[in-house]
């Protein structure tokens, strides 16, 4: 098996989830569970099996399928826990459990009472949609009897929404487990897994966006482009597949959100925009999709920040692999397939600087958000940027004290994320003019330039790719 990067803080608190199960519990309940969600492919399955290897308890590792019924379902549990190393796994050999109640109670006969172990359900929102009964069996089951043993119970789930709404008010696992939500890899751990420099690990970023599938298929040390000159000849390699089999999971029927998530991926980003660009979907139809993309955490909506309120919304795609492929790859798998790969990448080199240039500002945001306190001005406890309706002027950073109408602006920065681009004075003074049209600004309110060559300025705070990264550094 591959080396396991990254996942640090996630390992821990599972080892932490597990020390508690090992000290045992008030009133004899040392059972605890925890709902882990995150998106398809972002590598969910393999850090819980990171976690047991580590752990060395006995485990049930059980996967759920959307194509299967439940009396499928079921069969596949039973063989799972007859072959688990779980101390009564003998309890079901030849066992043939006809209900959830019925299979969960065997598994409470077959969990050690005298140490930890281990119980991971990938996959349960298929479970719910096969019983719609099954979550509330669980929540009667862990309470009666899986409490009860010292088990950590660990539900795992791609469906975003849903696994969020298991835990909330009214539902039967209210209050019952613990949330954890595993995000990609990040631009530092992609830095490691494919030994790149900082600069090249945010363009292997932008790409991937920190999927460790797609990552495992990066030659060390290669440029993006070396990449992608052998990744869009591979019909099969996951860089192509693993956005569409992703959305075809997320968009069973949904055709129109799919075709206004398409339409977003292409760069359109106002609202009016994307509804002429979706062949005039009428605004009642496009506020659902937008709704439903949202609930999804595929799209992400903006609204610029300042002292005043605005209506001036944007939205973008969430996901960095999800936003290139949407841009390079999915309209062109006709190409690909017939052996033209050489067009696609033709066509993303031809484009690269100016999407990257785009691209890469929410990253960035998303970075200078995290740097450690002491490095950006004080009460800077927001990021966003400013555009209007004719985006002049348009301001790639915006730090205040809150949002989305902040009482104070911090800062005022720009993103040059070009080759070889220093910093310079005609870029300085843009940046200082359009400072002067932001509402809150000042002369006094301080500047920021991050380019990706790091350069120093004279009078601006200045970051480079390296000062980025430590953002994701331990």
């Known amino acids: 098996m591959a080396e396991f990067i990254g996942r640090e803080r996630e390992l821990a608190t599972l080892d932490r989830l597990l020390r508690r199960v090992r000290a045992g519990g008030r009133a004899g309940r040392p059972g605890r569970a925890v709902l882990m969600r995150g998106r398809r492919r972002v590598g969910k399955s393999r850090l819980a099996e990171e976690f047991v290897d580590r752990a060395g308890v006995p485990y049930l590792f059980f996967t759920a399928s959307a194509q299967l019924d439940m009396a499928m379902d079921l069969r596949l549990f039973t063989e799972a826990a007859a072959s688990s190393d779980l101390p009564g796994a003998g309890l079901f050999h030849e066992q043939k459990p006809g209900s959830w109640d019925a299979a969960l109670r065997l598994l409470a006969g077959a969990l050690p009472a005298d140490q930890p172990s281990v119980v991971i359900i990938d996959e349960m929102p298929y479970l719910i949609a096969n019983d719609p009964g099954f979550e509330g069996t669980l929540q009667k089951l862990f309470d009666r009897e899986l409490s009860r043993r010292p088990v950590l119970l660990l539900c795992i789930g791609s469906d975003l929404a849903m696994m969020e709404a298991l835990n909330s008010y009214g539902r039967p696992f209210h209050q019952r487990a613990g949330e954890m939500v595993i995000p ?31 990552l495992d298929e990066w030659p060390g040390g290669a440029s993006v482009h070396d990449y992608l000159r052998e990744a869009v000849d591979d019909p099969t390699s996951a860089l192509l597949v693993s956005a569409e089999r992703a959305l075809a999971a997320e968009f069973p029927v949904e055709a129109q959100a799919r075709g206004v998530l398409g339409t977003i991926g292409s760069g359109e980003r106002a609202f009016s925009l994307i509804g002429r660009a979706a062949g005039g979907i009428a605004p009642g139809s496009l506020s659902r999709a937008l709704q439903l993309l949202a609930a999804k955490r595929l799209v992400t909506a903006m609204v610029p920040l ?4 605005s209506r001036e919304t944007r939205y973008l795609i969430a996901d960095p692999y999800l936003r290139f492929w949407l841009t390079f790859l999915g309209p062109y798998l006709h190409e690909i397939e017939r052996g033209r790969g050489d067009l696609v990448l033709a066509r993303i080199e031809a484009s690269w600087a100016a999407w990257r240039g785009r691209a890469i500002e929410p990253v960035i945001r998303d970075a200078l958000h995290r740097l450690p306190a002491g490095v ?7 990021i966003g940027g400013y555009w209007t309706r004719t985006n002049d002027p348009e301001i790639d950073i915006v730090g205040a004290d809150r949002e989305p109408i902040a009482k104070k602006i911090t800062m005022v920065g720009s993103i040059k994320w070009q080759d ?7 870029d300085l003074a843009r940046l200082a003019h359009h400072r002067s049209r932001l509402p809150g600004a000042d002369d ?4 920021l330039a ?25």
Do not use: E, Q
């Open 444 to 447: 006094a309110t301080p500047l």
């Open 420 to 426: 070889n681009h220093a910093f310079d004075v005609h």
């Open 450 to 474: 991050v380019t990706r060559t790091s350069t120093a300025t004279a009078g601006i705070l200045a970051l480079g790719p390296d000062d980025l990264l430590t953002a994701w550094r331990p």
């Open 184 to 214: 990609p890899l990040n631009p530092a751990d992609v830095s490691t897994m494919v030994d790149l420099n900082s600069a090249d690990a945010f363009d292997a970023y932008l790409v991937t966006g920190g999927l460790p599938l797609i």
């Open 306 to 309: 300042s002292v005043r309120p």
């Open 376 to 382: 950006l001005p004080d009460d800077t406890n927001v």
